[in-house]
């Protein structure tokens, strides 16, 4: 299927006409609270922030707690003890294009990233070098530094440019032959700058270094395909386009010829060669399981496992589609609309550069995100002056986005946003 | 309240008087499956590896998915946000003697290790030990090797003896100027030797020595008072006796004057200083929250607290010597009934040397661990020929006990074990 932007996307009939002919219509009723068509509905667009709850979860999770737990007990581990890779490889197959066995769903994006970025400088001796970029989220730069820091080994931070990401030729010219790895996100936090995943893989192993990617806001919304883009080493997060839930657990991925090779620095049980001999010598696992630590978060895998199932039904090819489609709409829209009141485009004008999400800059972007969600417009905030709009295609309609923008238009024209506070509240 | 093992153990009656007597009798209610009276019903002594589900947290689960994620969405991280420490607020003043500020509720306990043995390493600059207990859990002792190697230290393992624990002339002797960390389980999995926490923590004191505590199998069944010890760094478990669920997550405690001494290896976003200002660098936050590291798990915490509320109710203190008392019945059990067989008592004899679960010994453990499984009764085997029996004093009573050393003593006499495969399964 082909989704392009509403012809006029000025027309609120032509956002009609769009969603008339969406094949993703029907996954809109899977999610809670997702098909409600009053006028004054909650328009929510951070799904890239926290992804609406399929209406399937809470009955796949009472089942687990009330059944397997409740009255399965401890024999349940049956079951469970291999549901981290179950779960991985459904994610592997159904959405990353990865394959069976290279992915493992547990801990959380910042232990998973802090794991592959030891194995990855393990890998690398002799080089001395952690490459990340300046812009990257908050997560990844810090466990970037601290990782080089307590490894003895330079952090070069690749400026990029807030709006427009990360510049090709200036990351390749920091991949010399000092650096071991380079962390970066296939899509930019801030901006939704799109990375040339396959490129700059190509690039990194082309000085000899390796790629950790951070996929947290790519996963769910545009084709990975790590497998083939040569990717060695992933992770993401599952509670974005994916609609674990909060905090849900994060994924793994290590291509497979690579494993043999790597080694986690938290050396657990549930990352052990035959894990229930319990040994006196820590003897990593074969597989894409030595990279477990703990016993796995039962409940919150089984959320995700509905989140990945909905993502694979939808395909990621039809969802990244209408998701541009989408953000094509949300671009003409400001322009028109939001420009004159001196909102400017804050990610890359051409859709082929962004990822899901759209990002509009103006100097009380605070008060401007209050008085969105005072008009039942979900976005959210970012430094320094930025608003988030993450349409979910799963779930956002055309006219959901439309509308939006009009609410946007209507708080600009009013100035209803100057009631609100200029000063940020702690937390957001 | 005073709990004594029945006056004579070997009648049922006595321990239906004891029942009678007791004043946790009513938390048995509490626990999905628990207060099954029937003959031929399960007596579940696996407390100690997957407390059973409390009643009430099926609800309580489906409230955080449908309503507050579900409705509330992204909006309802103003109440997630502070979660891992007001959960660890009231386990650390409910459950462990411990202060408000000192505990942190998430990731795995091999995580948690990993984070505590490498702030303490680095508290103890110059010195080159890491020292644990050669019988302890595999994960500690496979987090203590690697974090060792990783930092160019010394692993030095004190012997225990499978049955008696740790000797703890042998430990003093270990723990000598070189030490920087002594990493030990208050209760030890195979044994349940209990460790003397505040004199060992003096010991490692005197020798300038920190000591990480697991407290996986010492949490909910003894007396833990990690103000009253001393004690500097614990990490534990909160799906054995805190019914918190599979996989649910672990907890962490630094003494509130130590933290802002120390610093977690794994520097992420959740344990950053104003952490949504998205900073260039890395700062700790101040308190306990230093030592978070990714997103919180918002499912397993909330039921984690389910499980933290219903144990600082009963109190530790009732808990632990109704423990105390129904481990004096399986001894004083297994030396009447089942010694003749060949089972031999595989824990410190002295209840006060004891935690929370009895292990008894017999070459034919693992055919014996699936007969007992086949008669309804859940013990679990561990290597190399250990059968742990763990009650639980908030779901199990004195008959349940009783009755399961009864099927056990039937299942010898019959010799019913020897018809099960004496090849061990993988996974047990």
Redesign the interface.
């Known amino acids: 299927m082909h989704y392009t932007c509403p012809v006029d996307p000025l027309e609120r009939a032509a956002a009609e006409a769009a969603d008339a002919h969406d094949e993703l219509a029907g996954f809109r009723s899977r999610f809670?609270?997702a098909d409600d068509d009053a006028p004054d509905r909650?328009l929510?667009l951070?799904g890239n922030?926290?992804g609406?709850?399929p209406r399937e979860?809470?009955a796949v999770?009472?089942r687990?707690?009330?059944q397997?737990?409740?009255?399965g007990?401890?024999?349940?581990?049956?079951s469970?003890?291999g549901l981290a890779t179950e779960v991985g490889d459904r994610l592997a197959e159904g959405v990353l294009g990865a394959r069976p066995g290279e992915v493992l769903v547990g801990?959380?994006?910042?232990?998973n990233l802090?794991k592959l970025l030891h194995a990855a400088i393990d890998a690398r001796p002799g080089r001395d070098v952690v490459v990340c970029c300046?812009d990257d989220?908050?997560?990844d730069?810090?466990?970037a530094?601290?990782v080089a820091r307590?490894r003895g080994l330079e952090l070069r931070e690749v400026p990029a440019d807030l709006d427009a990401g990360l510049d090709t030729d200036v990351l390749a010219a920091a991949l010399d032959d000092r650096a071991a790895v380079l962390l970066l996100s296939h899509v930019a936090y801030r901006s939704g700058a799109l990375a040339d995943l396959a490129g700059i893989t190509r690039l990194a192993r082309e000085a000899g270094a390796l790629v950790v990617w951070d996929l947290s806001h790519s996963v769910g919304s545009v084709p990975v395909e790590l497998g083939a883009s040569g990717a060695d080493l992933a992770v993401g997060?599952t509670?974005k386009y994916l609609n674990g839930?909060?905090?849900?657990?994060?994924f793994l991925y290590v291509r497979r010829e690579l494993q043999e090779s790597l080694r986690s620095?938290?050396?657990?049980?549930?990352g052990?060669r035959?894990?229930?001999?319990?040994?006196?010598?820590?003897e990593p696992a074969e597989g894409i399981e030595r990279f477990g630590?703990?016993?796995?978060?039962?409940?919150?895998?089984a959320?995700v496992d509905v989140g990945v199932g909905i993502t694979a039904e939808a395909g990621i090819d039809r969802l990244a589609a209408k998701g541009r489609a989408q953000g094509e709409m949300i671009v003409a829209l400001a322009d028109a609309w939001l420009a004159p009141h001196g909102v400017v485009l804050a990610s890359p004008r051409d859709p082929a550069r962004r990822g899901g999400h759209v990002t509009l800059a103006h100097p009380q972007a605070w008060q401007l995100t209050q008085a969105l969600?005072a008009r039942g417009v979900?976005p959210?905030f970012?430094?320094p002056d930025r608003v988030r709009l993450g349409p979910a295609p799963l779930y956002t309609r055309f006219v959901d986005v439309w509308d939006a923008m009009d609410r946007f238009r209507e708080v600009l024209t009013t100035r209803e946003h100057e009631r609100f506070p200029a000063e940020r509240a702690?937390?957001?």
Chains 1, 2 share one sequence.
């Open positions: 809670a609270g909650l929510y951070d922030s926290l609406r709850m979860t809470p999770v009472a687990v707690v009330e397997e737990w409740g009255r007990l401890v024999g349940s581990w049956s469970w003890i801990d959380s994006t910042t232990v802090f300046a989220f908050p997560t730069r810090y466990v530094a601290s307590s997060c509670y839930g909060p905090g849900a657990p994060a620095p938290i050396a657990g049980w549930f052990a035959d894990q229930f001999e319990m040994g006196p010598v820590y630590a703990g016993t796995p978060p039962v409940l919150g895998l959320a969600i979900v959210d970012r430094t702690r937390v957001t």
